[in-house]
């Protein structure tokens, strides 16, 4: 397990405790740390470890693709 370091300084949010509590949260998911106590929790076999992390793979790669094409029609557009 990872060590995870989620400071948020009443400083950068001003002092508005809403701010603050929004700014965690943002952090702990950024962090996946929530996420992490959820799948450590209960035993996975290593090969659905795999095939979970496989999948989580495959879907970031669709969503990169998918990004980089609405990039390229807007740039399509723009030239026209």
């Known amino acids: 397990m990872k060590k995870a370091n989620v400071i948020v300084k009443a400083k950068e949010c001003r002092g508005q ?29 290593p090969s659905l470890k795999k095939k979970e992390k496989r999948i989580r793979a495959q879907r970031r790669r669709l969503r990169e693709e998918r990004k980089r094409q609405r990039a390229l029609e807007r740039r399509k557009r723009r030239n026209y």
């Open 17 to 45: 405790t809403e701010r603050m509590i929004r700014r965690f949260i943002k952090k702990t998911k950024k962090e996946r740390i929530v996420e992490e106590v959820k799948d450590r929790r209960y035993y996975k076999s």
